[in-house]
């Protein structure tokens, strides 16, 4: 079936403008996630949806950041006033039920390909 | 101190050798492990997961230490195709969402 797909795969931008990212979800997964990879370096937790649940924000680094799920599907993550150390891979990350034991997520992610954002 | 570590490398070794990575945790409360493998410009790919009794898949050995904080991978007969970032992660029990990725650990297996 159909994996996690995430658009634009490339977005150069200005500094100071705004830029949405979009993800689409593995069908039927009710888990969310965002998150961030700088070159050479892990991935950066930013927000969590898991199905109609107010959205962990914990990671998100500045309230320039933004992200919203829409009908528990498709997510979008909002950038306003993008500087340029917000370039990055932004990854998007399903699973299917977000199935957590104290907090801990037990599940298997599955990765969209991502968003290279390049802020000039 | 990171909250997960993991060398960086790169480790470079023939095919067919023996290779293991460690990773270690600082949050003892730490619930779930897993390694994933990430190839150049490529989203990563869950490898495994580790639990606590130990797992074999393959020429792929997953540990656990809790006393330590650490989990391994051991990859033996090393393949060209095992060439990648190897990824440790590690979900905590802070009361919250919290899964953290290693900076990872580059593998090169050379002919």
């Known amino acids: ?120 | 101190r990171k909250e997960v570590e993991q060398d960086p490398g790169p480790f470079n070794v023939p095919e067919g050798a023996t290779v293991a990575f460690n990773c270690t945790y600082s949050n003892s409360a730490s619930q779930s492990f897993f390694w994933y493998r990430q190839d150049c410009r490529k989203e990563p790919k869950l490898l495994m997961s580790v639990y606590s009794s130990g797992n074999e898949d393959g020429r792929f050995t997953a540990q656990l230490n809790r006393a330590s904080q650490y989990i391994s991978l051991l990859i033996r007969d090393s393949k060209l195709s095992d060439s990648a970032t190897y990824l440790c992660v590690v979900n905590e029990d802070t009361g919250g969402f919290k899964t953290i990725f290693g900076a990872g650990t580059r593998l090169f297996v050379k002919a």
């Open chain 1, 1 to 120: 079936g159909a994996g996690v797909s995430q658009s634009p795969s490339n977005k150069v931008t200005e500094k100071g403008k705004d830029v949405e990212l979009r993800c689409d979800p593995i069908s039927g997964h009710t888990a969310l996630y965002w998150y961030r990879q700088s070159l050479g370096q892990g991935l950066e937790f930013l927000i969590y949806f898991q199905g109609n649940s107010a959205p962990d924000k914990s990671g998100l680094p500045s309230d320039r950041f933004s992200a919203e799920r829409t009908g528990g599907s498709v997510s979008t993550l909002t950038i306003q006033r993008t500087q340029q150390e917000d370039s990055a891979v932004y990854l998007c990350a399903s699973s299917p039920t977000g199935e957590t034991s104290g907090g801990a997520i037990q599940e298997t992610q599955y990765f969209g390909p991502g968003t290279r954002l390049l802020v000039l």
